[in-house]
């Protein structure tokens, strides 16, 4: 299966994308929207987490960039080593599938990589990765870094839906008023992506940034008064109730080595 057939069949396979959703579950339709993966590092212990850390910073973001992923997000929380979230965004179907084997036949990556690629299995490095597969919203086919500031605040947002049709409804309501309601108050995106493969399925994910927590709850404030979110919010194809039944809520910090 080519990438453009694989894109058709995962689009409305992940999501069961309805008429009128705003997406068409079509390969032509996924053209010019990035494909991001999200991983999630799982660690026992903090000196793993600063490990990994200094290890993307070392070898994993520079190979990355020269594989073709331009812009990579290493993510920490401000109140646990564990888990630690790295984002990387595709041009393609086609960078996701070749990533790999670019890795690992770059002889300076895994020369700068070398303590912490050639662990042995007695002593891990991590304990798992965990792994999302998403492309990007029509709404928004690009990432966008919103902000460099120092004390920049990253807040991952995941939505499951209770019903394929509800999850396609929630993306038509961002694709349509949502996301332009974010900008204006403050919420500013880094990307919006349909989970095409992964845990708690059907939903979406998206990450908005911040200058820093005081500009993040005015934000939200903003946003939350604003004439437009209330008069979209109050439109009974919108009911929250009826389109996503659980939210995670992330608030993150960028490591050292993050581009993002």
């Known amino acids: 299966m080519n990438r453009r057939n694989f894109l058709a069949a995962t689009s409305g396979v992940g999501l069961g994308l309805a008429a009128g959703a705003g997406n068409t ?3 032509e339709a996924a053209e010019g929207r990035e494909v991001y993966e999200l991983r999630r590092y799982l660690f026992e212990t903090q000196a793993q987490a600063d490990a990994f850390i200094d290890f993307m910073g070392k070898a994993g973001v520079p190979a990355l960039n020269r594989a073709g992923v331009e812009t990579v997000g290493v993510f920490v929380s401000a109140d646990a080593f564990s888990p630690v979230y790295v984002l990387l965004p595709h041009a393609s179907m086609d960078s996701v599938g070749s990533l790999r084997g670019k890795l690992l036949s770059d002889e300076t990556f895994k020369k700068d990589g070398a303590d912490f690629l050639n662990v042995s299995y007695e002593h891990p490095n991590y304990s798992r990765i965990e792994s999302a597969l998403l492309l990007a919203f ?3 086919p690009r990432m966008e870094i919103p902000t460099k500031s120092a004390d920049r605040v990253l807040q991952l947002r995941i939505y499951e839906s209770p019903t394929l049709v509800a999850a396609s409804k929630k993306i038509e309501m961002f694709n349509s008023a949502e996301i332009g309601i974010f900008r204006k108050t403050g919420l500013n ?7 095409l493969a992964g845990a708690a399925m059907p ?16 934000a939200w404030k903003a946003f939350l008064a604003h004439p437009e979110w209330k008069s979209l919010s109050s439109q009974p194809e919108y009911a929250k109730k009826n389109l996503v039944s659980n939210i995670t809520n ?11």
Not at 203 to 218: C, I, P, R, S
Not at 250 to 260: D, E, G, R
């Open 138 to 140: 029509e709404g928004m």
């Open 203 to 218: 939903n979406l994910t998206y990450m908005v940034g911040f200058e820093n927590k005081a500009a993040q709850d005015a």
């Open 250 to 260: 992330l608030v993150l910090k960028p490591a050292a080595c993050s581009q993002v």
């Open 189 to 195: 995106p880094v990307f919006f992506g349909e989970t």
């Open 25 to 27: 579950g079509t390969a």
